[in-house]
């Protein structure tokens, strides 16, 4: 097979991914907790939010493994673009820095909350939070959603001086 359709199916591929994978991440954003999504029977396009978070991971794994190829497959080009600049000129290495002080950023936002990226995670808990309590009665887990009665905890509370 040529290396122009492998690179076309590689980057068809990639494109079909992004597309899944902004579909999967808008239905999971917009998803009830766990229970919540059980009790009332959710679903987005006929799908439940198990199944959106099955096809989420899935198709993350796509991307990275077709993004890893894509590299391995256009690698001269992309060097390049670090070495000479976008358009051939000299001082590509401004390229590579300006994307890693703009990583750094995004990175630090996230991680601190700070808007506006933090007002993502605030609209995503407030929305969220609008579909009801994964709690039962009086605040407490009602033992149906995921994860209880598994990990370092089973059966009591972190305060119980159990290791911290």
């Not at 991680?111 to 995503?124: C, Q, T, Y």
Request: net charge positive; proline share 3%; aromatic share 12%.
């Amino acid at each position: 097979m040529k290396k122009t359709t492998i690179m076309t199916y590689t980057s068809t591929g990639l494109a079909f991914a992004a597309v899944l994978l902004f579909l999967s991440g808008l239905a999971l954003y917009c998803a009830p907790t766990c229970r919540v999504a059980r009790d009332i029977g959710w679903s987005f396009l006929f799908l439940g939010k198990e199944s959106w978070e099955t096809i989420h991971m899935t198709f993350a794994l796509l991307l990275i493994l077709l993004s890893i190829f894509h590299l391995y497959l256009n690698w001269n080009r992309f060097s390049s673009y670090f070495t000479q600049g976008s358009d051939g000129s000299s001082g590509g290495g401004r390229i590579l820095f300006l994307i890693a002080i703009a990583a750094v950023v995004l990175i630090l936002m996230s991680a601190f909350k700070i808007p506006p990226v933090g007002w993502l995670l605030e609209s995503h808990d407030s929305l969220k939070s609008s579909w009801g309590s994964s709690r039962g009665p009086e605040g407490k887990r009602d033992g149906r959603g995921r994860g209880d009665g598994r990990g370092r905890f089973r059966g009591q509370s972190p305060s119980s001086g159990s290791g911290w």
